[in-house]
C-alpha cells in the first residue's frame, strides 16, 4: 500500500496482515472482551453458590431435566443476534455482558460432558473453567496487547463511533472518543473525510444504558479513592507476598502429609507461588528508586499469579480458591490503580 503527501514520491506502508484482510481491531474490545471473561467467571460462581443453597433443584419432571447449559446456550445465541443485526458500536456492551453469562451457564456443566457418568461434581471442574478463561483472556491480549492499534484502526474506529451518531446522534462522551481516535489516526487517507462526517453529527443526550461502563467507572474511582491512602497499595503488596507464602506452605504440607493431591499440582502450585514472590521482592527492592518500575514488578508478579498459581490451588481446593482469585483481582485493581497514579504524577512534572 502507498500513499501520497504533498507531492512527495510514494512510500511503502507497512500493512499487517488482518488489516490486508479488511479486519481492522475494534478500539474497545479490550473492555468488551473483558466484560464477557469477567461475566462468565461471574456467572460460574453465582450459579454454583445459588445451587448449592437451594439444594441442587432441577427445572422439569416426568423424565425431563433442563439443564442451565440450555439457558446458556440461549443466552450466548441472543448475544449473536443482537451483535449481527445492528451496526455501530452501541450494542457491543450488552453483547459481551449477554453474551459472558451465557458462556458461563455453558462452561459450569463441562463435567457432564467430559465424564462417562455425567459427573456435574467433577472434581477438576474448576480447573477446566478457570483455564477456559484464562485462556481465552490470553487469546485476547495476543490479539490486542501486543501491537498498538494502526492508525487506519483508529480511523475505524472514529467511523464506527459515526456509525451510531449518524442515525441517533453524538453524547459527549461518544463525540470524545471519536475524536481521540481522530487524534490518533493523524492524517492517513480518508481521515479528512472521517473528520467531516465526525464534524456533521448531530448533539443528543440519550443513549442506550450502558451498565457495564456505569459499573467500571464506579471501580475506577473506588480503586483511585482507595490509593489515596498510602498504606492501601502497600497493604496490597503485603497481601500478595502472604498470598504467596501461603499458597507455598499449602504445597510443602500436601507434599509432606500425603493428601492425595497429584505430585505434579503440589510442584506447580510451589514453583508459580515462589515465582511470584520473587517477583514482588524484586519489586519491593526497586520501588524506593523507581516506584513505577517496582509497581510494573509488583503487576508482573500478581498476573503469574492470576495466570498459573491460581490454576493449581483450584485444582487443589476446588472451589474454595475463588477467594483466592477475588483477593488477586483486588490486588491487581490497586496495583493497575496506584501505576496509573504514579504515571500521571510523572507527567505532571514533565
Known sequence: ???????????????????????PRDPRATRHLGTFLVATAATVLLTRAFLAATGYPQVGGDGLHIAHVLWGGLLMALAFVLLLSFAGPA?????????????????DEVGKFVTSDNDYFYEPTAAIVYATVVGLGLLAEALHGRRD???????????????????????????????????????????????????????DDVALPDPVGAVSSFAVRVLHTLIKARFVPWLAVLVLLGSSAFTIARAVTGWWSGDGSPAWV???????????????????????GDAIEGY?????????????????LFRLSQWDASWGLLVDLLVLGLVAAELDALRRRADGEG
Not at 6 to 14: F, N
Not at 94 to 105: I, K
Request: charged share 15%; with cysteine; net charge positive.
Open 1 to 23: 500500500m502507498t500513499s501520497l503527501q504533498d507531492g512527495a514520491a510514494p512510500r511503502r506502508v507497512t500493512t499487517h496482515a488482518l488489516l490486508r484482510l479488511g479486519l
Open 91 to 107: 450494542l457491543r456492551p450488552l453483547g459481551s455482558l449477554v453474551g459472558g453469562v451465557g458462556f458461563g451457564l455453558f462452561v
Open 149 to 203: 492499534p494502526d492508525p487506519r484502526e483508529e480511523l475505524a474506529g472514529a467511523v464506527d463511533e459515526a456509525v451510531a451518531g449518524v442515525v441517533g446522534g453524538f453524547t459527549p462522551s461518544a463525540r470524545r472518543r471519536a475524536e481521540a481516535h481522530l487524534r490518533h489516526a493523524g492524517d492517513v487517507h480518508g481521515a479528512a473525510q472521517a473528520r467531516a462526517l465526525v464534524d456533521s453529527v448531530a448533539e
Open 266 to 288: 503440589l510442584v506447580g502450585a510451589l514453583v508459580a507461588a515462589a515465582a511470584s514472590g520473587a517477583l514482588c521482592v524484586v519489586g519491593l527492592l526497586r520501588v524506593g
Open 296 to 312: 510494573l514488578w509488583f503487576r508482573r508478579a500478581v498476573i503469574v499469579s492470576l495466570l498459573v498459581t491460581q490454576f493449581f
